[in-house]
């Protein structure tokens, strides 16, 4: 699999397929067997986390166990899981995290600690349709291709409204750009 043109020189990009990790760094997709193949400045970005942040640390306990090397592996799983063709880490080591499709989204032990989209408390399905409004999707593209009723959908869109504090799609679509997701 060829990276992204983008990608090459963009930074690192980690994706999860069928609970394996993928990590597409210069161009060359690798597959992450052990903590050995991940870069360090992602390594020190993931132990200064955990460190720092209470709730990664019991989410991590519960899914990975004691051992740091494991908890790093999960949280880079857990954190940047999906394939969404921008780079979760620049060249300079900033982390840029993502909202991603968990498959285990409202069924893991960690998902209230560790997941980002909890901090928005955005449902599964309106960030189904964030995804596909940053598309530029309408309304009834959108209740389509969900197969829900606009009127569904324009309720999930009321909803992350008071959530974000945005009045607009374009203002979802801004919040999204400058938060990552």
């Not at 690798?30 to 200064?48: C, R, Y």
Request: some cysteine; charged content about 25%.
């Amino acid at each position: 699999m060829k990276a992204p043109d983008f990608l090459i020189s963009a930074g690192i990009e980690f994706f999860t397929v069928d609970d394996t990790i993928f990590m597409i760094q210069d161009g060359n997709r690798t597959i992450i067997n052990s903590i050995e193949d991940i870069p360090h400045l992602v390594i020190k970005w993931a132990e200064k986390e955990i460190k720092k942040n209470k709730k990664y640390q019991i989410g991590l306990r519960l899914i990975a166990g004691p051992d740091l090397d494991n908890q790093i592996l999960k949280l880079i799983q857990c954190k940047f899981g999906g394939y969404d063709a921008f780079s979760d880490f620049d060249k300079t080591g900033r982390c840029q995290e993502e909202i991603t499709s968990c498959p285990y989204e409202y069924r893991c032990a960690a998902a209230k600690y560790i997941c980002k989209q909890n901090s928005y408390n955005l449902t599964f399905s309106e960030k189904k349709i964030l995804r596909l409004i940053i598309c530029d999707l309408a309304d009834k593209q959108i209740s389509y291709k969900l197969n829900v009723s606009e009127h569904t959908v324009r309720n999930h869109i009321q909803n992350m409204h008071a959530k974000l504090g945005t009045a607009s799609k374009q203002g979802l679509v801004r919040f999204a750009v400058e938060h990552n997701l």
